[in-house]
């Protein structure tokens, strides 16, 4: 035999809370527990993509300082303010290219 439940108008607002709260996660492609399980705000995860320019030849197996580079409203390069340093596990990158690094290690870069 099935027992019936009464619905509170707390708990009618807290389902449609939670509702929301998923529906709101689905459109921005939060992955993961739902905050609800962790009662924390989202840390940004990993290490993230940073385009720079090399000033001089940087060899294979050295370290180097790039300059931070970054696209603008109209879609071109600019330079942009600063600097980050990354160790190159791969090729010899000439000067004056475009590179890609993820967590100060070179990841891609531009080519002659």
């Given at each position: 035999m099935s027992r019936g439940y009464?619905?509170?108008?707390?708990?009618?607002?807290?389902i449609n809370a939670?509702?929301?709260t998923v529906n709101q996660m689905r459109t921005t492609g939060i992955a993961g527990d739902l905050p609800f399980r962790q009662n924390q705000?989202?840390?940004?995860?990993?290490?993230?993509?940073q385009i720079g320019k090399t000033t001089a030849e940087w060899t294979k197996g050295t370290d180097a300082t790039v300059e931070v580079w970054k696209r603008n409203a109209a879609g071109d390069m600019e330079k942009g303010t600063g600097t980050?340093?990354?160790y190159n596990l791969f090729a010899d990158v000439a000067a004056d290219k475009f590179v890609g690094c993820?967590?100060?290690?070179?990841?891609s870069a531009e080519c002659d």
């Open positions: 009464r619905l509170t108008e707390g708990s009618v607002r807290s939670t509702i929301r705000k989202r840390q940004p995860s990993g290490a993230t993509l980050f340093t990354a993820i967590g100060s290690w070179l990841v």
